[in-house]
């Protein structure tokens, strides 16, 4: 879960955004990615995301937002561990180096959101109801999975996860920001500093992935040598 972006001096990494508890220490090529890098991107400000939760004008709670925040109740509800961004943020307070930025705004991912059918949101709110009585266990096959780097194993999750079951959720949450970040990429050439890219794990799977959409904005990645 860690590529070179040939030509650009940017790489991925593939993240999980909170651990099971119990875990492990971080695998090696995790700190490695870290100690490479001189600037460190991720994918938005969850504060900017959250904000778009409310219809601005009405301050009704969006069906979507609804949907996030019940994933949220969902991981509150067990026992979890920080993240690989939040391990980062503190390693990166402890040595002066920049904070991290971000590839989207919190608005250009809520942009999505509200163009999704409301029969895609209830059908996607259905499946996270039925996958609330297994979030531990699900977790626990998400880190498994990223741990080995099972990309066949990651795929699986993300087409039977509440975000990737439907066309239109799976659209919006994957492909469409997928296919931003790879523009993004593309336009910036390459980068006079050691850049890294810390995206979620799924979003590195499957045939639209952020890998397979930068190959076709003419860019090559490979994995780096463990």
Same mark, same amino acid.
């Given at each position: 879960?860690?590529?070179?972006?040939?030509?650009?001096?940017?790489?991925?990494? @593939?993240?999980?955004?909170? +651990?099971?508890? *119990?875990?492990?220490?971080?695998?090696?090529?995790?700190?490695?990615?870290?100690?490479? !890098?001189?600037?460190?991107?991720?994918?938005?400000? !969850?504060?900017?995301?959250?904000?778009?939760?409310?219809?601005?004008?009405?301050?009704?709670?969006?069906?979507? *937002?609804?949907?996030?925040?019940? =994933?949220? %109740? *969902?991981?509150?509800?067990?026992?979890?561990?920080?993240?690989?961004?939040? #391990? /980062?943020?503190?390693?990166?307070?402890?040595? $002066?180096?920049?904070?991290? &930025?971000? =590839?989207?705004? @919190?608005?250009?991912?809520?942009?999505? /959101?509200?163009?999704?059918?409301? !029969?895609?949101?209830?059908?996607?709110?259905?499946?996270?109801?039925?996958?609330?009585?297994?979030?531990?266990?699900?977790?626990?096959?998400?880190? $498994?999975?990223?741990?080995? @780097?099972?990309?066949?194993?990651?795929?699986?999750? %993300?087409r039977e996860s509440p975000l990737g079951?439907?066309? $239109?959720?799976?659209?919006? +949450? +994957?492909?469409?920001?997928?296919?931003?970040?790879?523009?993004?990429?593309?336009?910036? @050439?390459?980068?006079?500093?050691?850049?890294?890219?810390?995206?979620?794990?799924?979003?590195?799977?499957?045939?639209? !992935?952020?890998? %397979? &959409?930068?190959?076709?904005?003419? #860019?090559?990645?490979?994995?780096?040598?463990?």
């Amino acid at each position: 879960m860690y590529y070179d972006i040939a030509g650009t001096n940017t790489r991925i990494l @593939g993240a999980i955004h909170v +651990f099971p508890a *119990g875990t492990s220490a971080v695998p090696s090529w995790v700190w490695d990615a870290f100690h490479w !890098s001189e600037l460190i991107e991720k994918e938005h400000d !969850s504060a900017e995301l959250i904000a778009c939760f409310h219809d601005a004008h009405t301050k009704a709670l969006k069906p979507w *937002g609804a949907l996030f925040m019940k =994933l949220g %109740q *969902g991981f509150r509800s067990i026992a979890v561990l920080p993240g690989v961004e939040v #391990l /980062f943020a503190n390693a990166l307070a402890a040595t $002066s180096r920049p904070a991290m &930025t971000y =590839l989207e705004t @919190g608005k250009s991912v809520g942009d999505l /959101f509200d163009a999704v059918p409301a !029969s895609s949101i209830a059908a996607a709110h259905t499946v996270m109801d039925a996958a609330m009585a297994q979030m531990e266990a699900n977790l626990c096959a998400l880190h $498994s999975a990223w741990n080995k @780097g099972d990309a066949g194993a990651l795929e699986a999750i %993300q087409r039977e996860s509440p975000l990737g079951s439907m066309p $239109s959720m799976r659209h919006a +949450f +994957f492909s469409a920001r997928n296919e931003n970040w790879a523009h993004t990429i593309a336009a910036r @050439g390459p980068s006079d500093k050691r850049r890294l890219l810390v995206v979620g794990a799924l979003h590195l799977v499957g045939p639209d !992935s952020l890998l %397979q &959409t930068l190959t076709r904005c003419g #860019l090559d990645t490979h994995p780096v040598p463990g």
